[in-house]
C-alpha cells in the first residue's frame, strides 16, 4: 500500500494518510535534519517510504547491507514473534550508533 498512495487518493473521497509523510512532518517540527531508519528491508532499500520523509527537507540513512540483513531478520524471526533477545537489543544499539557516527540526528524505526 505504501507504493501505490497517488492512486488511492485519486480513487477516495477522504484523506489518506501516508505513514512516512506524516514521519516527516513530525521529524520536521523537531528541527532535525538527518534521521536514520532502521527497518524491514523493504522500508530501507526501496525509495517510497525514504523518498516521502526526504521530502520534507531530511537527510534519511540507512544501515549497511549486513546491518540490514540483521535488522530485517529480527524484525521477521524475533520482534513480530513476540521475542526481545539481548543480543538483538545489543546489534540494534550498535547499528544506531553506527548511524549516530555518520551524523543522523535521530531514529526512524521503520
Known amino acids: 500500500m505504501h507504493k501505490v498512495p497517488d492512486s488511492i487518493e485519486q480513487a477516495v473521497a477522504i484523506p489518506l494518510l501516508h505513514l512516512a509523510a506524516v514521519t516527516g512532518l513530525a521529524v520536521a517540527a523537531t528541527g532535525i535534519k538527518s534521521v536514520g531508519l532502521p527497518g524491514t528491508s523493504f522500508i530501507m532499500e526501496q525509495d517510497f517510504y525514504r ?4 521530502g520534507h527537507g531530511h537527510k534519511v ?10 535488522v530485517h531478520g ?3 524471526n524475533e520482534r513480530v514473534m513476540g521475542v526481545v533477545s539481548q543480543d538483538s537489543r545489543d546489534s540494534f544499539v550498535r547499528i544506531i550508533a553506527d548511524l549516530t557516527a555518520q551524523g543522523v540526528e535521530g531514529i526512524i524505526p521503520g
Open 74 to 76: 529480527v524484525i521477521y
Open 61 to 70: 540513512l540507512i544501515p549497511d547491507a549486513g546491518a540490514r540483513q540483521l
Open 51 to 54: 523518498d516521502r520523509i526526504a
